[in-house]
C-alpha cells in the first residue's frame, strides 16, 4: 500500500479548518510576516506551527476587536 501525503494545509485549508473568511487569513499571514513553508504549484503551503500561529493571532484580533450590536 502507498504511503500517503502528508496534508500540507494551504491558505483555504487553513481558513476552512479555522472556520473564517480567506481574507483574514490572507491579512494575519502579510500583517505578522509569515513565510510559506513551500509551494504545491502556486499555492503557498503552511507548517502546522504556523496554522497554530495563524488561529492564535485570530483569536487575539478576536479578543482585542469591540463587540458590535445586532
Known sequence: MPALAPSIPTIGEIARRLGI??????????ARGIRPCGWAGNARV?????????????????ELRPARDP
Open 46 to 62: 503552511f507548517s502546522e506551527e504556523d496554522v497554530n500561529r495563524i488561529a492564535a493571532e485570530i483569536s487575539r484580533i478576536q
Open 21 to 30: 473568511p480567506i481574507h483574514r487569513v490572507e491579512y494575519v499571514i502579510r
